[in-house]
């Protein structure tokens, strides 16, 4: 079957219909409307199975790689569609497909295949997905490259109908709306529940959209000229199709990267998700669009500038969050911005365009699983994120001619600069007369003027790609050297994140201290010296709040049982008496195979005066299956690095941990944090709930070994007056003044406001 008019007398075109501008706002509309779908779902459905694999940030950037290979194929469907020359043959199946993949709805996490496996999350997650909103997004998926196609066909004879890639740009800013959208305007209002909701509905309303549609072109064909198929052109070489694929892994695995690097140190949460997604998305509004905002010479320009400067920055921490926040954003944004100006520039003819996005989708897949799964593989720490920054400046302009004397000068500069930071440390590691003469505040500053001198030596380099390149690598391999100032004897990486085992000497503990750096912060430290290694360090040391609520109750009961969400290195541990009993829950298997490992730590295999337990598994859901009234003390302190898993901290949360504790027991949350202010929202569910509680900020004291305490912030809760009976008359506990703070919910969780009522208090607010 054919578009082709079977009567003697063919239809001449008329002209109000060809110029008719309803048909291409209705291409716009349902290219901009299913792209709104496809996007505002991705944060929706991971929020809603984040709680099921511990709030690790890893789980979005996995399902980013399910959620791209969905859009591969999608995009595979739209090609092989284009075989059937008939549009309406590609419509009709389209919208077959359409009400298939709706059996599937209503939107919800599928319990098929029941709770996560801890020693293999990846495959469960991307699983679940598939069998959750695989089908309508995959069919969803394929609306943007199928509508360029159809209207390429059907406005054939109109200037437009020559340049459909402008819809590309419609569907790009769809998804853009769409996701700043979600954690702006969409979370707040909507519970999880109405959102699942919200987004079934519209999928039915796309449909119809698209049926509309349907009827508006084929009434069009009987009134103007028929859609034909477009004459073919010559076959896309495939060097071209290969750096098509580079240039699209390129900013895929950036994203994936930069979300990754923020997020660990905050939270894992949807406004974290979406801003780069949001940005990179953009960057395919910009560099599709007839006239670009940003012309590709400023691009070129402002990205070198970018990259230049914050590579040397990258390994290092820095209490300017928010600064290095919008540093990273930008030279992602500008470096993603780049390669699809260079995209854009190389697009094929309208009858290539499948095949264009198809590649273009490919390269999206592969980035996501280089970053995703392939790299936490191959790499035993994040290096993905700076490697691949380093190797786009390879797809910059290579320039013409030899290298001259002025740009070899600068590469040597740059090499004497870098080679500097890591001899000046490796002198002061083994001098301690040397480093008690220049101290390591004094090298970093030093080794970070080395790297900004060699940045901006960098950034001159920018005309020659390779040049340019050769002098990123070499500042961030030593940035990352110098930045490393502990002596790590042991690394291992896990879907949950990079668990590194550091030695430390400290004369006051007795020598040599072994510390768990979980990204980059502390999760524990013991003392190799046997007269030391069993008292608990850092947070858990016994003048610090955990402390305290631990040897209070233990002087009160005999016999205690405690629960400890998080094992960390073990050192709740060492509390452990002959008559009490103590169950960790830990979702990374590999967290507590090294904390049990006595060539690392000893406080479970020697210090715990008894057997200690561990649950694999997220705490919510393990802890599900614990009795009532089961602990005298149970202590969440369940960080990803310096970032609190959020579902840990909602009413629904809490609510479970007062049910496990006894009447008189106490729940422990701790709640230190160097970005989110989590005590208001917190301490507000529970009184919800009708918990009574107490609230202590800890400041770790002068004059002490540097290991021995750490500052602590501390929320207690009881289900009854008995619980707090121990803590009442202690000034050390107060009780939060009422506030006006949201509690959090399953349903709402509110980084932003978190944040924002830190860096207030932090300014003296």
């Keep these: 079957m054919t578009d082709s008019i079977t009567e003697a007398e063919p239809v001449r075109p008329r002209l109000r219909d060809l110029n008719d501008p309803?048909?291409?706002?209705?291409?716009?509309?349902?290219?901009?409307?299913?792209?709104?779908?496809?996007?505002?779902?991705?944060?929706?459905?991971?929020?809603?199975?984040?709680?099921?694999?511990?709030?690790s940030p890893a789980v979005w950037n996995t399902a980013m790689v399910f959620f791209q290979g969905a859009l591969l194929a999608g995009y595979a469907y739209a090609h092989v569609l284009q075989r059937i020359r008939s549009i309406r043959g590609q419509v009709i199946t389209h919208l077959v497909l359409l009400v298939v993949a709706a059996l599937f709805l209503p939107l919800r996490i599928n319990g098929l295949l029941g709770d996560p496996d801890p020693s293999a999350p990846i495959s469960w997650l991307l699983l679940t997905l598939a069998v959750s909103i695989g089908a309508p997004f995959a069919v969803l998926s394929a609306t943007a490259p199928l509508m360029q196609a159809w209207y390429a066909r059907v406005r054939a004879h109109e200037p437009d109908g020559k340049n459909p890639y402008v819809l590309y740009a419609a569907s790009n800013l769809g998804s853009f709306l769409a996701l700043l959208s979600y954690?702006?305007?969409?979370?707040?209002?909507?519970?999880?529940?109405?959102?699942?909701?919200?987004?079934?509905?519209?999928?039915?309303?796309?449909?119809?959209?698209?049926?509309?549609?349907?009827?508006?072109?084929?009434?069009?064909?009987?009134?103007?000229?028929?859609?034909?198929?477009?004459?073919?052109?010559?076959?896309?070489?495939w060097r071209t199709r290969g750096l098509w694929v580079l240039l699209a892994a390129a900013p895929s695995s950036l994203m994936l990267g930069v979300t990754a690097h923020l997020s660990t140190d905050v939270a894992s949460a949807p406004f974290l998700w979406v801003i780069p997604l949001a940005l990179y998305l953009l960057t395919f509004v910009i560099a599709f669009q007839a006239r670009p905002w940003i012309p590709m010479p400023v691009t070129f320009l402002v990205q070198a500038a970018l990259v230049a400067a914050m590579i040397g920055m990258m390994p290092f921490q820095s209490g300017e969050w928010a600064f290095m926040f919008l540093v990273h954003i930008a030279a992602f944004f500008f470096t993603a911005l780049m390669c699809h100006q260079i995209l854009a520039a190389r697009r094929p003819p309208p009858d290539r365009l499948t095949e264009f996005y198809l590649l273009l989708s490919l390269g999206g897949v592969l980035g996501g699983i280089f970053s995703a799964l392939i790299a936490p593989v191959v790499f035993d720490v994040v290096r993905e994120y700076p490697l691949v920054l380093v190797l786009t400046a390879l797809l910059r302009p290579w320039g013409q001619g030899r290298f001259t004397r002025q740009q070899w000068a600068?590469?040597?500069?740059?090499?004497?600069?870098?080679?500097?930071p890591p001899l000046l440390y490796a002198a002061l590691r083994s001098n301690p007369e040397l480093l008690a003469a220049v101290g390591w505040d004094t090298a970093l500053s030093a080794s970070r003027l080395a790297f900004m001198v060699a940045g901006i030596c960098a950034f001159l380099l920018r005309d020659r790609a390779l040049l340019l390149a050769a002098a990123l690598t070499m500042i961030s391999l030593s940035a990352h050297h110098v930045a490393e100032r502990y002596d790590f004897r042991h690394t291992e990486r896990s879907f949950f994140g990079v668990m590194r085992v550091a030695e430390f000497n400290d004369p006051g503990m007795g020598g040599v201290v072994h510390m768990m750096m979980h990204g980059t912060t502390l999760h524990g430290a013991q003392a190799r010296d046997p007269a030391e290694a069993c008292r608990p360090a850092l947070y858990y040391a016994p003048s610090t709040p955990i402390g305290q609520v631990a040897d209070a109750v233990q002087i009160e009961r005999p016999a205690v049982s405690m629960g400890v969400i998080g094992l960390g290195a073990g050192a709740m541990a060492g509390y452990r008496r002959p008559a009490d009993d103590m169950t960790f829950f830990e979702i990374d298997p590999m967290v507590d195979r090294i904390a049990r490992d006595p060539r690392w730590f000893t406080y479970i295999s020697d210090c715990a005066q008894g057997p200690v337990e561990t649950v694999l598994g997220d705490a919510r859901l393990?802890?599900?299956?614990?009795p009532d009234n089961r602990f005298d003390v149970l202590l969440v302190d369940a960080f990803s690095s310096d970032a609190i898993p959020t579902h840990l901290l909602t009413r629904e949360a809490i609510a479970e941990y007062l049910r496990v504790v006894k009447d008189d027991g106490v729940v422990v949350l701790h709640l230190s944090n160097r970005h989110l202010e989590l005590a208001m929202p917190t301490v507000n569910a529970a009184r919800?709930?009708?918990?009574?509680?107490?609230?202590?900020?800890?400041?770790?004291?002068?004059?002490?070994?540097?290991?021995?305490?750490?500052?602590?912030?501390?929320?207690?809760?009881?289900?009854t007056e008995e619980g707090m009976a121990l803590f009442e008359g202690d000034p050390r506990w107060r009780i939060i003044a009422p506030n006006d703070v949201r509690a959090w919910t399953d349903d709402y969780v509110n980084v932003v406001g978190a944040i924002m009522r830190e860096m207030r208090f932090s300014r003296g607010g």
Excluded: N
């Design 22 to 55: 309803l048909t291409p706002a209705l291409f716009a509309l349902a290219v901009f409307v299913s792209a709104a779908l496809v996007f505002v779902v991705q944060p929706m459905v991971t929020k809603l199975v984040l709680p099921s694999l511990g709030g």
């Design 183 to 237: 954690p702006v305007v969409i979370e707040p209002i909507l519970t999880l529940t109405g959102q699942r909701i919200s987004w079934s509905v519209g999928y039915g309303l796309f449909t119809a959209l698209v049926l509309g549609l349907a009827f508006v072109v084929w009434r069009r064909r009987t009134q103007a000229v028929p859609p034909e198929p477009l004459a073919p052109t010559a076959p896309i070489p």
């Design 410 to 420: 600068l590469l040597l500069a740059v090499v004497l600069l870098t080679v500097g």
């Design 622 to 626: 393990t802890l599900a299956r614990e």
């Design 688 to 719: 919800q709930l009708g918990a009574h509680d107490r609230h202590q900020i800890f400041v770790e004291r002068d004059g002490l070994p540097v290991m021995a305490e750490a500052s602590t912030e501390v929320l207690i809760l009881s289900p």
